[in-house]
């Protein structure tokens, strides 16, 4: 069954802790993506990446860490220097000119 | 850079009632268009997408857009609403040379049974 999964479904945080948000693609996708996603701001790209070892910053990068060392995975840390880091966070995949997404993950940072 | 702006945040229909949501972008050259939808607690799926061709663009569940080069838009249509369409409505726009994809705030569609 192909597709993207991201995990956990909901994580809770410390403040000043770093936390690491996991998405997984069986779909053979070079290109993945990873969005935030607040109330009434719609989707904003974080950090994208077109190929492994590879990866180039979004509009909100600030305060956030991302890797892809398999073609697979794309996992995004989200650090203690993100001042506001509670958000719903999207990972997706790119085929063409199509974008597959990822069930989300809602952290929230106490 | 692009940008897209949907007008309207929050509509709230009854059942039957017909649908359009606005959608308008900033680029000006080749972009494809897309719609997606987000049902409560699902993922977000696609509705439409154009690429080239035909400017009224079929999706699924009955949805349609229509891409109108002159006035930068790709609005999104249906005849006749059902509750079951209550989500969350975005458009998104990518150059056909880029990487990027540039999502809009968001339509919160409420379907009054």
């Known amino acids: 069954d192909g597709g993207i999964t991201q995990s956990p479904k909901y994580l809770f945080r410390k403040e000043g802790q770093n936390v690491t948000l996991s998405c997984e693609q069986n779909?053979?996708?070079?290109?993945m993506y990873w969005y935030r996603q607040d109330p009434g701001q719609g989707l904003r790209l974080i950090y994208y990446s077109q190929i492994v070892n590879d990866f180039q910053k979004g509009d909100i990068a600030e305060g956030y860490s991302v890797s892809r060392e398999k073609k697979e995975s794309f996992p995004l840390t989200v650090t203690s220097a993100q001042k506001n880091p509670t958000a719903f966070y999207l990972c997706?995949?790119?085929?063409?000119?199509?974008?597959?997404f990822g069930p989300g993950t809602r952290l929230t940072v106490l | 850079a692009q940008s897209v702006s949907q007008h309207n945040h929050h509509v709230i229909l009854s059942e039957a009632a017909s649908l359009e949501l606005g959608c308008n972008y900033s680029y000006g050259g080749t972009v494809n268009l897309f719609w997606y939808v987000q049902y409560p607690g699902q993922h977000l799926q696609l509705l439409l997408k154009y690429f080239s061709g035909d400017p009224l663009v079929k999706g699924i569940k009955g949805f349609e857009a229509e891409f109108i080069k002159s006035k930068f838009s790709f609005n999104l249509r249906k005849p006749s609403v059902q509750w079951s369409d209550t989500a969350e409505y975005f458009c998104?726009?990518?150059?056909?040379?880029?990487?990027?994809?540039?999502f809009g705030t968001g339509t919160s569609l409420t379907v009054i049974p």
């Open positions: 998104a726009v990518n150059a056909r040379t880029g990487n990027q994809f540039y």
């Open positions: 779909l053979n996708h070079d290109a």
């Open positions: 997706a995949s790119r085929e063409y000119n199509e974008q597959f």
